[in-house]
C-alpha cells in the first residue's frame, strides 16, 4: 500500500474564491485520481492526474472549474475555483499502485463554502 | 445507465443476522471488481477484491457473476461494528485503480 497525505483535511471558505488541496504520496505510483464525495453520496471520479500533462476529465467536470496538476509521481494538486455552496464536499485523492488494481485513498479533504 | 449500480438500503438489521448486498456493472469490459467499506466521515478502506472463483475472508464472502455483471457481498452473523456503507466497485475498462463506485449501501446492525 502507499500513505496518502491530504492537505487541508478540512476547510470553509467564502464563495468564489478557490481552494488548492494537496496530495502527498510517500512512494512513487503511476495513477492517481481525484474524487468528489456530496453530503449522503458515493465518490464521482472528477480526473485522472496525469504526470506531466494535463488531466483527464470525467463527464461533467471541466479543468476551469477544477485544475489538477502533477510535476511529478509523488504529488498532485486539486484546485475547486470560484466557489459556490454547491462545491461543499469531501474530496479525495486516490492512487493506484504498480501491480495492484485496487485504489487507496486519502483522509479526504472536508470543504464547505459559505 | 450508471456504470455501477447497487441498492442504496438502508438495511437495518439484529445482530447475528445474514445480510446480502448486490451490484451490477454495465461495462463488460471491465477486469476488477471490490468492495469497500466506509465508516462516517472517513475515507473508503478496502474490504475485499473479488474474484470470479468467489472468494472469502471469515464472515465475508463476495461473487462474481461475469455472464450477468452481477457481484455480490454476504456478511454472516454480523457485528455491531459492521454497522457502515458498503461500496460497490469496478474498474473503468482496462484502466487499473480508475474505479468507479455504486452509490453504496448503509448497513446498521441493531443490538
Known amino acids: 500500500s502507499a500513505v496518502i497525505s491530504q492537505k487541508p483535511s478540512r476547510d470553509i471558505c467564502q464563495r468564489g474564491t478557490s481552494l488548492t488541496i494537496q496530495c502527498q504520496v510517500d512512494s512513487q505510483v503511476t495513477m492517481m485520481f481525484w474524487y468528489r464525495q456530496q453530503p449522503g453520496q458515493s465518490l464521482t471520479l472528477i480526473a485522472t492526474a496525469n504526470q506531466g500533462s494535463e488531466a483527464t476529465y470525467e463527464s461533467g467536470f471541466v479543468i476551469d472549474k477544477f485544475p489538477i496538476s502533477r510535476p511529478n509521481l509523488t504529488f498532485s494538486t486539486l484546485t475547486v475555483s470560484n466557489m459556490s455552496p454547491e462545491d461543499s464536499s469531501i474530496y479525495l485523492c486516490s492512487v493506484g499502485i504498480e501491480g495492484t488494481t485496487e485504489a487507496f485513498f486519502g483522509q479526504g479533504t472536508r470543504l464547505t463554502v459559505v | 445507465r450508471k456504470e455501477v449500480e447497487q441498492d442504496p438500503g438502508p438495511f437495518n438489521v439484529p445482530e447475528g443476522a445474514t445480510v446480502a448486498f448486490n451490484c451490477t456493472y454495465s461495462?463488460?469490459?471491465?477486469?476488477?471488481f471490490f468492495w469497500y467499506r466506509q465508516d462516517c466521515r472517513k475515507e473508503p478502506k478496502l474490504l475485499m477484491s473479488?474474484?470470479?472463483s468467489g472468494n472469502e475472508d471469515g464472515r465475508f464472502t463476495a461473487q462474481l457473476n461475469r455472464a450477468s455483471q452481477y457481484i455480490s457481498l454476504l456478511i454472516r452473523d454480523s457485528k455491531l461494528s459492521d454497522s457502515a456503507t458498503y461500496l460497490c466497485?469496478?474498474?473503468?475498462?482496462?484502466?487499473?485503480?480508475?474505479?468507479?463506485f455504486g452509490s453504496g449501501t448503509r448497513l446498521s446492525i441493531r443490538p
Open positions: 461495462n463488460s469490459a471491465s477486469q476488477s
Open positions: 466497485a469496478v474498474n473503468r475498462g482496462s484502466s487499473a485503480s480508475k474505479i468507479i
Open positions: 473479488v474474484y470470479s
